[in-house]
């Protein structure tokens, strides 16, 4: 029997791009479990997939798809066998939803806010009228915190934080199970960062909806986070609540992530991760990180597996096998 607390499993997930040099595996292979209510954040550097693992879950894909395969359970149902029509109609925006990045920049600059907003309940049948959808984006504004006044106003109208709130409250519309929020604070000042983080702790206390945070701000993510993934040249490399991974992360290369993030209680000298990720077009069949690797001995040489290590904490290094 499915685990109701478990809102979303993946397994072996694998999404790759076809190119003029090949194909690029920009997931591969990637499987982990998410708790229902649980704010789960992923860090990496840029073009580690990310952005690409969220959108391969909402089946959101381009026309140059080489491979696409795995299983996606949600919800105990494998929506992986879903038609794109009942995809669509059933799941993207109604159980899952998306907070693109630039999010600031995603909203139609010629419609006012409050039609954007109001067009999720019209187009899935939760609203009888555009009345009815104005009164629900009323509702929704205010959870996100911003005053109906800015409905009747046009994207420009709006500040950066105003905006980012505005593509929130899209997400948030329909009472979706899980948001996916792709780098939320980038371009935004620290006080409207620190807002919009109390923000989505809020309805992540008040309406039980699970994150997922893809981000570069470590530090930031930390406030929102209870638990951590990590992902290297396109695969997860650690999984972890988020107490154990911030004060003590396993695999190499979470480390030397941790080790380059600044902190006010510990004066430390900063460290950077030497060398470069492997190309996606023909990632080596070793562990993807031991040419960069300080700690790598001669079982590097062949790739490890993604494995348990107790205490609910998943890390894919020789290390820890």
């Known amino acids: 029997m499915e685990n109701l607390d478990k809102v979303l499993r993946v397994e072996d997930l694998k999404l790759h791009f076809r190119t003029q040099r090949g194909p690029v595996q920009a997931v591969d292979g990637v499987s982990f479990e998410l708790e229902r209510g649980l704010?789960?954040?992923?860090?990496?550097?840029?073009?580690?997939?990310?952005?690409?693992?969220?959108?391969?879950?909402?089946?959101?894909?381009?026309?140059?798809?080489?491979?696409?395969s795995g299983k996606v359970w949600l919800n105990g149902i494998d929506i992986m066998t879903l038609g794109d029509e009942q995809f669509r109609r059933k799941v993207r925006w109604v159980q899952m939803s998306l907070v693109p990045q630039a999010a600031m920049n995603s909203l139609n600059p010629v419609l006012k806010v409050g039609d954007q907003v109001a067009e999720p309940f019209l187009v899935h049948g939760k609203a009888a009228n555009k009345k009815d959808a104005y009164d629900q984006a009323?509702?929704?504004?205010?959870?996100?915190?911003?005053?109906?006044?800015?409905?009747?106003?046009?994207?420009?109208?709006?500040?950066?934080?105003?905006?980012?709130?505005?593509v929130l409250a899209m997400a948030l519309a329909i009472n979706p199970d899980i948001v996916f929020l792709d780098e939320p604070t980038s371009a935004l000042d620290v006080l409207t960062q620190t807002n919009i983080m109390n923000v989505l702790k809020g309805i992540k206390r008040d309406l039980g909806v699970t994150f997922v945070l893809i981000t570069h701000d470590i530090a930031t993510s930390s406030e929102l986070a209870d638990r951590a993934a990590v992902m290297y040249a396109g695969q997860l490399v650690e999984l972890?609540?988020?107490?154990?991974f911030f004060r003590e992360p396993l695999h190499p290369y979470s480390q030397k992530l941790m080790a380059s993030v600044p902190t006010l209680r510990e004066d430390k000298e900063l460290e950077f991760i030497p060398g470069q990720p492997p190309s996606l077009l023909d990632p080596p069949r070793t562990c993807r990180f031991a040419e960069r690797c300080s700690l790598r001995f001669g079982k590097c040489d062949e790739?490890?597996?993604f494995k348990d290590v107790g205490g609910d904490r998943w890390v894919k290094c020789w290390l820890h096998v």
Do not use: W
Request: glycine share 10%.
């Open 303 to 305: 790739e490890p597996p």
């Open 39 to 68: 704010a789960t954040v992923v860090v990496g550097e840029s073009g580690c997939g990310k952005s690409t693992l969220s959108r391969a879950i909402l089946r959101l894909l381009p026309r140059n798809i080489h491979a696409y």
């Open 240 to 244: 972890s609540d988020a107490g154990h």
């Open 138 to 166: 009323r509702e929704v504004f205010r959870l996100v915190g911003v005053s109906t006044d800015f409905l009747e106003r046009y994207p420009f109208e709006l500040s950066g934080g105003m905006r980012q709130r505005a």
